[in-house]
């Protein structure tokens, strides 16, 4: 007789590795910028609108939002590692039912269940709030948040669809849902020791958090802050076919350079975080994410249009979310230490649903002649927003003379 593969109990209660956080946390941004290349190509293929097609992108982050505001509580009723575990089956039966699709509505319809995915980048903010406190919260977030913006996430999802056609996106989606699905039942340890009573009693704890105006900054900051990343992924994919002529490939190569920045202000943030304030991060990330488009935009407007100079752009998007983010997030899930995982799922179910406003909005708006001051505006409008928002958090925690992250 074979023996038992179930870990132990003791096993089952050890906090996860490091290394297991950013592989669930990378598996839920590739699901979102991976197949981004072949966007057209699935219209294409399965007969539909781009407008249409872009719901895979829009539709997915609405039900991301939706799913967030139930895994948040569940999670503090029954622990992260149920609803992780959970989310990640979902995903990979998900994911073979869009490889397999024949018709768009098909397609989406499966997509949208991929969503269950954001179970891992959501959860594993909690687990990290589980079991550090703020300063060193933001510091692992920013080494876990180097694999929100997989630099080879577009190149790979490309390259794919050049060799094997854009069904192969997905096809690799399910492979990688099953092995993470793997990886989590060994390694990952529940962190949530001390669970609420009820489901009900942990949906009751939301108005405690819509009270605190210091939530809603940081929520704010987050999702305008994201909202520039968002904006990004919906409408490059258009603009860099229709303006530039772009291949899948090369155009995967170039929407990795906002995963590039971002890997680089979550670096920096790792180094730094401890010996520069996570609120001074915060505002300095803003700066750079609202500046770089603008000047991008400036370039472009003075007469030189050339596919480097928006990638240009969102590299500094992604270097300023880098630095922004992680302490936001550890910001945001400590105003009340103990509904980590609801405000993480609120939070992130305000900032997906803004996501995907802006995703299907920018799509929309960059079918035209105009598209790429449309697509940069929108880049500078709402990382500039999360600016303003910034300065909000400094100036109520100066007000209350009290300082969560």
């Not at 980048?121 to 510091?139: C, E, G, K, N, Q």
């Not at 995963?259 to 790792?270: E, P, Q």
């Not at 103990?338 to 939070?347: D, P, Q, T």
Request: net charge positive; charged share 10%; proline share 5%.
């Amino acid at each position: 007789m074979c023996p038992s593969k179930t870990p132990p109990p003791d096993r089952i209660r050890t906090p996860p590795r490091l290394l297991t956080l950013i592989l669930l946390t990378g598996l839920s941004v590739l699901s979102l910028n991976m197949f981004l290349p072949s966007l057209s190509r699935i219209a294409d293929g399965l007969g539909a609108d781009y407008r249409v097609t872009s719901l895979a992108i829009g539709g997915y982050l609405a039900v991301s939002a939706v799913l967030q505001l139930i895994m948040g509580p569940l999670s503090d009723l029954i622990g992260r590692r149920p609803v992780i575990l959970g989310g990640l089956v979902v995903f990979t039966v998900a994911s073979v039912g869009c490889a397999m699709a024949g018709d768009i509505w098909v397609f989406l319809g499966f997509r949208v269940l991929q969503g269950a995915v954001i179970s891992g980048m959501v959860l594993s903010r909690a687990i990290i709030r589980d079991m550090a406190p703020p300063t060193d919260a933001a510091r692992l977030m920013g080494q876990v948040g180097v694999a929100m913006a997989p630099l080879l996430g577009p190149v790979l999802g490309g390259g794919l669809d050049e060799v094997f056609g854009w069904r192969s996106n997905f096809v690799m989606f399910a492979i990688m849902g099953a092995a993470m699905f793997a990886i989590s039942w060994r390694d990952l340890g529940e962190t949530n020791l001390t669970p609420s009573a009820t489901f009900t009693a942990q949906f009751k704890t939301y108005p405690e958090l819509f009270r605190s105006s210091l939530f809603w900054s940081y929520t704010a900051c987050l999702v305008f802050s994201v909202g520039g990343f968002y904006a990004f992924l919906g409408g490059a994919p258009q603009v860099g076919e229709t303006e530039y002529g772009l291949t899948p490939a090369l155009l995967g190569v170039g929407m990795g350079s906002i995963s590039g920045g971002f890997m680089l202000g979550n670096y920096l943030t790792g180094r730094f975080a401890g010996r520069i304030s996570v609120l001074r991060l915060i505002i300095i990330g803003r700066w750079i994410a609202t500046l770089g488009p603008l000047v991008a935009m400036a370039i472009i407007w003075a007469g030189v249009s050339h596919p480097v100079v928006m990638f240009g752009g969102a590299i500094f998007v992604g270097l300023g979310n880098g630095l922004t983010l992680p302490g936001a997030n550890a910001g945001v899930m400590s105003v009340h230490p103990r509904l980590a995982g609801s405000a993480s799922g609120l939070s992130g179910a305000l900032t997906v649903a803004g996501g995907a406003v802006l995703t299907s909005g920018v799509a929309a708006l960059v079918v035209g002649p105009l598209g790429i001051y449309a697509l940069m505006g929108a880049m500078v409008l709402t990382s500039g927003a999360g600016l303003l928002a910034a300065y909000g958090i400094r100036w109520i925690e100066a007000r209350d003379g009290t300082s969560v992250a």
